[in-house]
T-cell receptor, first 116, second 113 residues
Framework: NAGVTQTPKFQVLKTGQSMTLQCAQD?????MSWYRQDPGMGLRLIHY???????DQGEVPNGYNVSRSTTEDFPLRLLSAAPSQTSVYFC???????????????FGPGTRLTVT | SQQGEEDPQALSIQEGENATMNCSYK?????LQWYRQNSGRGLVHLIL?????REKHSGRLRVTLDTSKKSSSLLITASRAADTASYFC?????????????FGKGTKLSVKP
């Protein structure tokens, strides 16, 4: 299994540009989420999904959109990039079904985004 | 809002010593988890302790949970230089946070050889 994959690894955007951060998992996990990590702030939840077709907002959703058309993919869209969105973005997935490793979250390697 | 808060923010020890990190959280939980993050990498799950457990071991890791004080501790015994990383606690409360893991700000551990 590849686990959780994210692309791109690095991205530089100009203010006002839009882009999509890709996230995919091959573990058939129903739960997926996006976090941003800023220095001294830990991880903050942006959006999450408990299954295909279902998404909801986390702690810091403004300026971001998500969709979940398949179990595997959970892209994060920046609608109009701002310097405040400069951060490292992590995608994660987990299964809450008993058996295996329920509730443990598996993280992707991250996308380092800079907005100038 | 951050659910878990780790203490200390930074810890520097010599190889072979034990490292203890503490975590406090705000609401009731179903379980509490600890993650490790090497510099520039994603987080890796270390250990999970359920709300009805008081202590759990995994290799050189020992986690305790005190639900009355809303606190947990992670002990790494006989530390190695390779343990240098940031460590995060994360609380899971299905009822209060829609099943989302809420992370603390982390403890940065440095183990000197």
């Amino acid at each position: 299994n590849a686990g959780v994959t994210q692309t791109p690894k690095f991205q530089v955007l100009k203010t006002g540009q839009s882009m999509t951060l890709q996230c995919a998992q091959d573990m058939n996990h129903e739960y997926m989420s996006w976090y941003r990590q800023d220095p001294g702030m830990g991880l903050r939840l942006i959006h999450y999904s408990v299954g295909a077709g279902i998404t909801d907002q986390g702690e810091v959703p403004n300026g971001y959109n998500v969709s979940r058309s398949t179990t595997e993919d959970f892209p994060l869209r920046l609608l109009s990039a701002a310097p405040s969105q400069t951060s490292v973005y992590f995608c994660a997935s987990r299964s809450d079904r008993e058996g295996g490793t329920p509730y443990e979250q598996y993280f992707g390697p991250g996308t380092r985004l800079t907005v100038t | 809002s951050q659910q878990g808060e780790e203490d200390p923010q930074a810890l520097s020890i010599q190889e072979g010593e034990n490292a203890t990190m503490n975590c406090s959280y705000k609401t009731s939980i179903n379980n509490l988890q600890w993650y490790r993050q090497n510099s520039g990498r994603g987080l890796v799950h270390l250990i999970l302790i359920r709300s009805n457990e008081r202590e759990k071991h995994s290799g050189r890791l020992r986690v305790t949970l005190d639900t009355s004080k809303k606190s947990s501790s992670l002990l790494i015994t006989a530390s190695r230089a390779a343990d240098t990383a940031s460590y995060f606690c994360a609380a899971l409360n299905y009822g209060g946070s829609q099943g989302n893991l809420i992370f603390g700000k982390g403890t940065k551990l440095s183990v000197k050889p």
